[in-house]
């Protein structure tokens, strides 16, 4: 993969943990990560490793992209 293309997918799907993690933290009440920990990992690392964190976004930025900006893309272009 793109190293650029990888990134911006590493940004799209951790921002969209984080926004998902503060809600479902706030409404349990549990302890809440800083937006640098969703991109880069947790400060203590104990349950995912760096590559692990980059993974997970990505796969989120690519279904992000393709669940919700395509459809939008089709209901102006289509």
């Known amino acids: 993969m793109n190293p650029f293309v990888g990134r911006i997918l590493n ?15 706030t ?3 549990k ?4 937006f640098s920990e969703y991109i880069y990992g947790p400060k203590e690392s104990d349950y995912y490793d760096n590559m692990g964190h980059e993974l997970n976004n990505r796969l989120i930025g690519v279904l ?3 669940f919700i900006i395509v459809p939008i893309i089709q209901l102006i272009f289509g």
């Open 64 to 66: 992000g992209l393709v």
């Open 27 to 29: 409404i349990f009440n």
């Open 31 to 34: 302890k809440k990560f800083t």
């Open 11 to 25: 940004y799209i799907g951790g921002t969209m943990r984080w926004f998902y993690g503060n809600i479902w933290r």
